[in-house]
């Protein structure tokens, strides 16, 4: 026996007592039910997207986790709908209230998740409600540096520039080939005091991190210093003449 009550209130609790009779309409308290105290669960249970990288990242692939507010049944992966991104086969898990999946981005940008309402059912057969959509950005190209400042120099400064799709946290530069870097001042427009530089050639490279945590180094580039001006000679032309003419007098007597 299956009876539907409708226009009850969420979350209030009822009593509910069943009277039955027999065919000759006779009602007596045996046909009363057993008391039973339920309360009515209207409420539809709401899923939440996270994830444990922070954004911009670096991750590949990158971990979601959904949580619902109540147990539910019925959620697995085609409940799930992304842009930027595939879904790791065999990577879904969980149950209840909760439930992972590592994603692979398909290139550096943004990811979007998105899971739409009915996607589960509670335990009184509640549809979920749909989530808020999650969205996460993969980076994983570190900045690109430029050297401005020209070779040959005599200036005390070497300087340039470094891009990146987010930011640029940090530029190194080493003047050694890569063996020790120091620490630039500034990073999308940065410069290096080169002034206990001695005039000469040096093999420059740039090392540069963005906020995904991407770190790359450059190829060496060549970089002569000479500070050093010109020496000028100076000749007196009239001992130019005197040795030609002794040279002349030699000849002649010969």
Same mark, same amino acid.
């Given at each position: ?7 009850l209130t969420p979350t209030t609790q009822y009593l509910v007592q069943v009277a039955a009779h027999n065919t000759a309409n006779y009602w007596g308290d045996y046909g009363l ?32 986790? +959904? /949580?619902?507010? &109540?147990?539910? *049944?019925?959620?697995?992966? $085609?409940?799930? %709908?992304? =842009? !930027?991104? #595939?879904?790791? @086969? ?77 930011? +640029? /946290?940090?530029? &190194?530069?080493? *003047?050694?080939?890569?063996? $020790?870097?120091? %620490?630039? =001042? !500034?990073? #999308?427009?940065? @410069? ?63």
């Amino acid at each position: 026996l299956q009876y539907e009550i409708t226009g009850l209130t969420p979350t209030t609790q009822y009593l509910v007592q069943v009277a039955a009779h027999n065919t000759a309409n006779y009602w007596g308290d045996y046909g009363l039910s057993n008391t039973a105290t339920t309360p009515v669960d209207t409420t539809k249970p709401t899923p939440t997207i996270t994830s444990t990288q922070s954004s911009p990242t670096n991750a590949s692939p990158i971990n979601f986790q +959904v /949580t619902f507010d &109540e147990d539910v *049944t019925g959620f697995d992966a $085609t409940d799930i %709908t992304l =842009t !930027g991104g #595939t879904i790791v @086969s065999g990577s879904f898990s969980g149950s209840g209230s909760n439930y992972s999946f590592n994603v692979t981005p398909t290139s550096d940008g943004t990811i979007t998740v998105n899971i739409a309402a009915g996607a589960a059912k509670d335990t009184a057969t509640n549809n979920s409600n749909a989530a808020t959509q999650f969205s996460i950005t993969s980076d994983r190209t570190a900045p690109a540096p430029t050297i401005t400042t020209t070779s040959p120099t005599k200036s005390n400064t070497l300087a340039g520039t470094a891009t990146d799709a987010n930011t +640029v /946290t940090l530029v &190194e530069v080493s *003047t050694n080939n890569g063996s $020790t870097f120091t %620490t630039a =001042t !500034g990073t #999308t427009s940065w @410069s290096l005091d080169i002034s206990a530089l001695n005039d000469g050639t040096y093999n420059v490279k740039i090392r540069t991190t963005d906020n995904a945590g991407n770190t790359a180094t450059s190829t060496a580039s060549t970089l002569q210093i000479d500070r050093s001006a010109p020496t000028p000679t100076i000749t007196s032309r009239s001992e130019e003449h005197t040795s030609e003419l002794q040279s002349l007098r030699h000849l002649v007597c010969r």
